[in-house]
C-alpha cells in the first residue's frame, strides 16, 4: 500500500476537529439515530415513547389509566395515574430526578429491575429523545400530594423544578410541541395513534387507554373533517378484559372462523411470562403477530420461530397419529400449519436482545424454548379436548399442502422466467435502459391505453412501464395455486425480477434480482382506480411484504381537475384546491373557468401525465409503508375479504374522514 503524502497543510485532522455533543447535543444532530426518520414515522413515534413510559408504570402494576390528548396549538398531551417521575435531588447529579430523567440519555427507572420488571420503548433514551425533539415540553407531576412543574425548550430546562400547589392524586402529565426545524411535518395523524393505543389495550389487558383531539381547525392531522363536520371533539377509549383472545377476534372480525373458539393461554416458561392466543379461518393467509414487552416485533425472532416449531411439531403429530395423512403422497410443511392462522404471540422479556434490519428481531435464544413449550401445552390439551374442531384443522391443513403441491408448478414456471433476462420480461413491458435498480422505477400502469401514453411520456433512461390488464386477482380470497396462475401477478412477479419460496416457506421472497427500488402504482383518480390500487396492494402486502418494509412501493398520485382560463392552466389535486383555484382565476365563479375532472388516465396526453404525475421534479409520490402490521392485516381483510357488514361499516365509519368518489 502506498501511503499519500501530506501535501494540504491546510486540511489538518486534529483534536480540536473531534465533536464532543453533550446532553441531548446527539439527538438532535442525528434524529433518526435515535427515532428512526424525521417525516411521519419518527414524529408519531415520539408519542409512542411517552405513551410507552405510562404503559411501564402499568405493567409494574402502579397504573391503570392513560389519556392522549390533540391539542389545538399542535401539541400533545400524555397524561397518566402512575407514581409520577421523582422530583428529588438525584445523589450522582446534584440536581432533580425528573429533570436528569428528561435530560440525558440512558437515564431512567427502566435500569433498575426493582423498579420495572420488563419495559418497552427505547430502554432509557425514550423520553428524553421526546425533549431533545420538542420546541417545547410541560412536565407535570403529581406525587406526595404536592404538583411539580418544569418546562423544557429543544430539551434544555429553562427553569429549576417548581411547586406549584397541592393535589391528591398522582401522575405524570407530559405536553410537548414537535420542533418543526427538525421534523418534516408536525401534524399528528389520528388514525395512527387511535392504532397503537388500541394494540396497547389488547397486548396489556385492564388498563384503559384514551385519545380525544381537541384540535378545532376542521382538520385530524390528514386534511380530514372532525367527526361531527363542524370541528368538534372526535374521541375513543380502548379497554380489554380478556387481552390477547379480544385481539384476535378483531383482527377476524371480516374471516369466517374455521372452529368456534380462539384458544389462549397465558403461562410462564423458564421464567418467561408467554402470551398466546390463535384462531383458524377459512381464508388462504397467514396472519401471525408477535410482540416482545408490547414492541412490535416485524421481522420475528426467537419467539416466532419457537411458536412456529411448536405448532408444526403439535400438529403433524396428532395428524399421523389420526392417520389423516396416511393418502397423502408429499410431505407436509410448516406453511401448511398455518395457512388461515391469525395468532398473537406476546412475551414479556427482561433483557430482550434485538437484531435485524429495524431493530426489531428478538435474538434471545431462552425465549424461542419457552414460546415452543407453552404453544405445544396449548395444542395439545385443545386437540385431545376436541376432537371435532382438530379433524376440521387437519383437514384444512390436508388441503393446503394440497393446493401448496398444485401451486410448485406455477410458481416455478414464474421462477424460471424472472432469472432470465431481457428474453424471459413479458411483453408488454416496456424497460428502462439503466439497469441500477437504485436509479431505476416501474410504473404499474391501468390498463393498456394508460399504459400507451405512460410509455410516450415517460423518461427511457430510468422509467419502466408494466401496463396491467383491468382488476388483478384478489389474492385475499384466492388459494396459492390460483394466485401464481394469474397472467397479471405473473407478469409483475416476472418483470420485478424476484423469486418467490422455499422448501421451508412458500411464500419467503428473495430480492437479489430486484430491478427496481421504486415501485409505482398509477390507477384512475376514481372509484375502480382505488379498487385496482386496493388489490395490488393486497397483493404486494401478502407476497411481497419485505417490498414495503425497505420502502420501494409507491403510489402516483394524478390530478382530479385541469382548470383553464385563457392560456392560464392550474391543475389540483383535491376538490378544495379546485375551489381556491376558482376563486383565485374566476373570482369565484365556475362559469367563468373551463374546468375538465380527469376520471381516468386515459383523458391525459403523455406531455400533461409526464408534467403532473411522472417527472420526478415535480410530482407527488406516497409511499406506503405499515405503521401497524397487525392494523394493516385487519384493514386489508375487511376491504378485500368475503363478510360485507364489516366493510360497509369500516367504509361508513372512514367515509366521514376521506374523499369519496361516487
Given at each position: 500500500?502506498?501511503?499519500?503524502?501530506?501535501?494540504?497543510?491546510?486540511?489538518?485532522?486534529?483534536?480540536?476537529?473531534?465533536?464532543?455533543?453533550?446532553?441531548?447535543?446527539?439527538?438532535?444532530?442525528?434524529?433518526?439515530?435515535?427515532?428512526?426518520?424525521?417525516?411521519?414515522?419518527?414524529?408519531?413515534?415520539?408519542?409512542?415513547?411517552?405513551?410507552?413510559?405510562?404503559?411501564?408504570?402499568?405493567?409494574?402494576?402502579?397504573?391503570?389509566?392513560?389519556?392522549?390528548?390533540?391539542?389545538?396549538?399542535?401539541?400533545?398531551?400524555?397524561?397518566?395515574?402512575?407514581?409520577?417521575?421523582?422530583?428529588?435531588?438525584?445523589?450522582?447529579?446534584?440536581?432533580?430526578?425528573?429533570?436528569?430523567?428528561?435530560?440525558?440519555?440512558?437515564?431512567?427507572?427502566?435500569?433498575?429491575?426493582?423498579?420495572?420488571?420488563?419495559?418497552?420503548?427505547?430502554?432509557?433514551?425514550?423520553?428524553?429523545?421526546?425533549?431533545?425533539?420538542?420546541?417545547?415540553?410541560?412536565?407535570?407531576?403529581?406525587?406526595?400530594?404536592?404538583?411539580?412543574?418544569?418546562?423544557?425548550?429543544?430539551?434544555?430546562?429553562?427553569?429549576?423544578?417548581?411547586?406549584?400547589?397541592?393535589?391528591?392524586?398522582?401522575?405524570?402529565?407530559?405536553?410537548?410541541?414537535?420542533?418543526?426545524?427538525?421534523?418534516?411535518?408536525?401534524?399528528?395523524?389520528?388514525?395512527?395513534?387511535?392504532?397503537?393505543?388500541?394494540?396497547?389495550?389488547?397486548?396489556?389487558?385492564?388498563?384503559?387507554?384514551?385519545?380525544?383531539?381537541?384540535?378545532n381547525s376542521g382538520e385530524n392531522g390528514n386534511g380530514n373533517d372532525n367527526e361531527n363536520g363542524n370541528g368538534g371533539v372526535r374521541k375513543e377509549e380502548f379497554f380489554s378484559k380478556e387481552g390477547l383472545k379480544e385481539f384476535v377476534n378483531f383482527l377476524d372480525e371480516?374471516?369466517?372462523?374455521?372452529?368456534?373458539d380462539c384458544i389462549q393461554i397465558e403461562t410462564t416458561k423458564n421464567d418467561i411470562p408467554v402470551e398466546i392466543a390463535l384462531q383458524y379461518n377459512t381464508s388462504y393467509s397467514e396472519n401471525i403477530h408477535s410482540y416482545i414487552n408490547n414492541i412490535n416485533t416485524i421481522e420475528g425472532g426467537t419467539h416466532l420461530a419457537g411458536?412456529?416449531?411448536?405448532?408444526?411439531?403439535?400438529?403433524?403429530?396428532?395428524?399421523?397419529?389420526?392417520?389423516?395423512?396416511?393418502?397423502?403422497?408429499?410431505?407436509?410443511?410448516?406453511?401448511?400449519?398455518?395457512?388461515?392462522?391469525?395468532?398473537?404471540?406476546?412475551?414479556?422479556?427482561?433483557?430482550?436482545?434485538?437484531?435485524?434490519?429495524?431493530?426489531?428481531?428478538?435474538?434471545?435464544?431462552?425465549?424461542?424454548?419457552?414460546?415452543?413449550?407453552?404453544?405445544?401445552?396449548?395444542?395439545?390439551?385443545?386437540?385431545?379436548?376436541?376432537?371435532?374442531?382438530?379433524?376440521?384443522?387437519?383437514?384444512?391443513?390436508?388441503?393446503?399442502?394440497?393446493?401448496?403441491?398444485?401451486?410448485?408448478?406455477?410458481?416455478?414456471?414464474?421462477?424460471?422466467?424472472?432469472?432470465?433476462?431481457?428474453?424471459?420480461?413479458?411483453?408488454?413491458?416496456?424497460?428502462?435502459?439503466?439497469?441500477?435498480?437504485?436509479?431505476?422505477?416501474?410504473?404499474?400502469?391501468?390498463?393498456?391505453?394508460?399504459?400507451?401514453?405512460?410509455?410516450?411520456?415517460?423518461?427511457?433512461?430510468?422509467?419502466?412501464?408494466?401496463?396491467?390488464?383491468?382488476?388483478?386477482?384478489?389474492?385475499?380470497?384466492?388459494?396459492?395455486?390460483?394466485?401464481?396462475?394469474?397472467?397479471?401477478?405473473?407478469?409483475?412477479?416476472?418483470?420485478?425480477?424476484?423469486?418467490?419460496?422455499?422448501?421451508?416457506?412458500?411464500?419467503?421472497?428473495?430480492?437479489?434480482?430486484?430491478?427496481?427500488?421504486?415501485?409505482?402504482?398509477?390507477?384512475?383518480?376514481?372509484?375502480?382506480?382505488?379498487?385496482?390500487?386496493?388489490?395490488?396492494?393486497?397483493?404486494?402486502?401478502?407476497?411481497?411484504?419485505?417490498?414495503?418494509?425497505?420502502?420501494?412501493?409507491?403510489?402516483?398520485?394524478?390530478?382530479?381537475?385541469?382548470?383553464?382560463?385563457?392560456?392560464?392552466?392550474?391543475?389540483?389535486?383535491?376538490?378544495?384546491?379546485?375551489?381556491?383555484?376558482?376563486?383565485?382565476?374566476?373570482?369565484?365563479?365556475?362559469?367563468?373557468?373551463?374546468?375538465?375532472?380527469?376520471?381516468?388516465?386515459?383523458?391525459?396526453?403523455?406531455?400533461?401525465?409526464?408534467?403532473?404525475?411522472?417527472?420526478?421534479?415535480?410530482?407527488?409520490?406516497?409511499?406506503?409503508?405499515?405503521?401497524?402490521?397487525?392494523?394493516?392485516?385487519?384493514?386489508?381483510?375487511?376491504?378485500?375479504?368475503?363478510?360485507?357488514?364489516?366493510?360497509?361499516?369500516?367504509?361508513?365509519?372512514?367515509?366521514?374522514?376521506?374523499?369519496?368518489?361516487?
Open positions: 500500500m502506498e501511503l499519500k503524502k501530506d501535501n494540504n497543510k491546510e486540511e489538518k485532522y486534529l483534536a480540536e476537529n473531534i465533536q464532543v455533543l453533550e446532553g441531548l447535543e446527539a439527538v438532535r444532530k442525528r434524529p433518526a439515530m435515535y427515532i428512526g426518520d424525521i417525516s411521519v414515522k419518527g414524529l408519531h413515534h415520539l408519542v409512542h415513547e411517552v405513551v410507552d413510559n405510562s404503559i411501564d408504570e402499568a405493567l409494574a402494576g402502579y397504573c391503570s389509566n392513560i389519556e392522549v390528548l390533540l391539542n389545538d396549538n399542535g401539541s400533545v398531551t400524555v397524561l397518566d395515574d402512575g407514581r409520577g417521575i421523582p422530583v428529588d435531588i438525584h445523589e450522582k447529579e446534584g440536581r432533580s430526578a425528573l429533570e436528569v430523567v428528561m435530560t440525558m440519555l440512558h437515564a431512567g427507572g427502566k435500569f433498575d429491575k426493582d423498579s420495572y420488571k420488563v419495559s418497552g420503548g427505547l430502554h432509557g433514551v425514550g423520553v428524553s429523545c421526546v425533549n431533545a425533539l420538542s420546541a417545547k415540553l410541560k412536565a407535570e407531576i403529581h406525587r406526595d400530594g404536592k404538583v411539580y412543574i418544569q418546562e423544557y425548550e429543544r430539551g434544555k430546562p429553562l427553569e429549576d423544578v417548581r411547586k406549584t400547589g397541592n393535589t391528591d392524586i398522582t401522575g405524570t402529565i407530559i405536553t410537548f410541541i414537535p420542533d418543526n426545524t427538525i421534523f418534516t411535518t408536525t401534524s399528528f395523524n389520528y388514525e395512527i395513534l387511535s392504532a397503537r393505543l388500541r394494540e396497547l389495550a389488547f397486548l396489556n389487558k385492564g388498563i384503559r387507554l384514551s385519545i380525544t383531539d381537541l384540535r371480516s374471516r369466517e372462523p374455521l372452529v368456534k411458536f412456529r416449531r411448536g405448532l408444526t411439531r403439535t400438529l403433524k403429530s396428532y395428524a399421523e397419529k389420526s392417520g389423516m395423512l396416511a393418502k397423502l403422497k408429499f410431505d407436509i410443511s410448516g406453511d401448511d400449519f398455518r395457512e388461515g392462522l391469525t395468532a398473537i404471540i406476546s412475551c414479556k422479556v427482561q433483557e430482550p436482545q434485538f437484531e435485524g434490519q429495524t431493530k426489531t428481531k428478538l435474538g434471545n435464544s431462552e425465549v424461542m424454548g419457552a414460546v415452543d413449550q407453552a404453544v405445544s401445552e396449548l395444542l395439545t390439551n385443545y386437540l385431545e379436548e376436541n376432537p371435532k374442531d382438530a379433524r376440521t384443522i387437519v383437514q384444512k391443513v390436508v388441503l393446503a399442502a394440497t393446493a401448496r403441491h398444485a401451486a410448485r408448478k406455477a410458481r416455478e414456471l414464474v421462477q424460471r422466467k424472472s432469472v432470465l433476462s431481457g428474453a424471459g420480461l413479458p411483453g408488454k413491458l416496456a424497460d428502462c435502459a439503466d439497469k441500477d435498480p437504485a436509479k431505476s422505477e416501474i410504473y404499474l400502469v391501468e390498463g393498456d391505453s394508460a399504459g400507451g401514453t405512460a410509455k410516450q411520456g415517460r423518461d427511457r433512461k430510468f422509467q419502466a412501464i408494466l401496463p396491467l390488464k383491468g382488476k388483478i386477482l384478489n389474492v385475499e380470497k384466492a388459494m396459492q395455486n390460483k394466485v401464481f396462475e394469474n397472467e397479471e401477478i405473473r407478469n409483475m412477479f416476472t418483470a420485478l425480477g424476484v423469486t418467490i419460496g422455499t422448501e421451508e416457506d412458500s411464500k419467503a421472497l428473495n430480492l437479489d434480482g430486484l430491478r427496481y427500488h421504486k415501485i409505482i402504482i398509477m390507477t384512475d383518480a376514481d372509484i375502480d382506480g382505488s379498487h385496482i390500487a386496493t388489490l395490488i396492494m393486497t397483493f404486494f402486502f401478502r407476497y411481497m411484504l419485505d417490498l414495503i418494509k425497505q420502502g420501494y412501493l409507491y403510489i402516483a398520485t394524478p390530478p382530479l381537475y385541469l382548470i383553464k382560463r385563457g392560456k392560464e392552466e392550474r391543475y389540483c389535486w383535491s376538490e378544495e384546491e379546485r375551489k381556491n383555484v376558482v376563486k383565485e382565476l374566476g373570482q369565484g365563479k365556475e362559469t367563468a373557468v373551463n374546468i375538465q375532472r380527469y376520471k381516468g388516465l386515459g383523458e391525459m396526453n403523455s406531455h400533461q401525465l409526464w408534467d403532473t404525475t411522472m417527472d420526478p421534479e415535480h410530482r407527488t409520490l406516497r409511499q406506503v409503508t405499515i405503521a401497524s402490521a397487525a392494523e394493516a392485516d385487519r384493514i386489508f381483510s375487511i376491504l378485500m375479504g368475503d363478510e360485507v357488514p364489516p366493510r360497509r361499516a369500516f367504509i361508513e365509519s372512514h367515509a366521514k374522514y376521506a374523499n369519496i368518489d361516487a
